[in-house]
């Protein structure tokens, strides 16, 4: 993805969206299809508040309950991961299983393109008494340029 959807490829999510949206009785906002846009368009790890920055341009008066509000809803609707790695929560527009490298010094979260197979854990999980719902794998470590640092 990278932010280079064609014309017809963000079209097309925004039409999933928008029907993901109706077949839950959820209102389609222009709030939420903005931010939906804008989490597909920067196509990397946010914070809420990244959002909002971003959000403010096209959408002025939006809040910061609101972006969570609608982030939290993508997160439920599929269209978006909400990644827990240590720091602030990131939502990730890549929804399928993948693991992620965080660097302990600065922070940096980004995805690791490893084969992952999460059916074990969750499986584990269940067989432990746990009602699990996803599993993440994090590497963690320092990034080269915190490295290089010294």
């Not at 393109?113 to 996803?134: H, K, Q, S, W």
């Amino acid at each position: 993805m990278k932010g280079t959807q064609t014309p017809a490829e963000e079209s097309a999510a925004e039409a999933r969206l928008v029907a993901a949206l109706r077949e839950r009785g959820q209102r389609v906002t222009s709030q939420r299809l903005v931010i939906g846009r804008l989490l597909r368009e920067l196509d990397r790890h946010v914070t809420a508040e990244e959002v909002l920055r971003r959000a403010s341009e096209q959408l002025p008066g939006v809040s910061l309950p609101t972006v969570y509000a609608t982030l939290d809803l993508l997160t439920e609707l599929g269209e978006a991961r909400r990644v827990s790695v240590g720091g602030p929560v990131l939502y990730d527009p890549r929804v399928e299983d993948h693991a992620h490298v965080r660097c302990r010094e600065c922070g940096r979260v980004e995805d690791l393109d490893v084969p992952l197979d999460a059916g074990r854990a969750l499986g584990a999980a269940r067989a432990a008494g746990f009602a699990p719902e996803t599993a993440e794998l994090v590497v963690e470590g320092r990034c080269a340029a915190c490295a290089a640092a010294g």
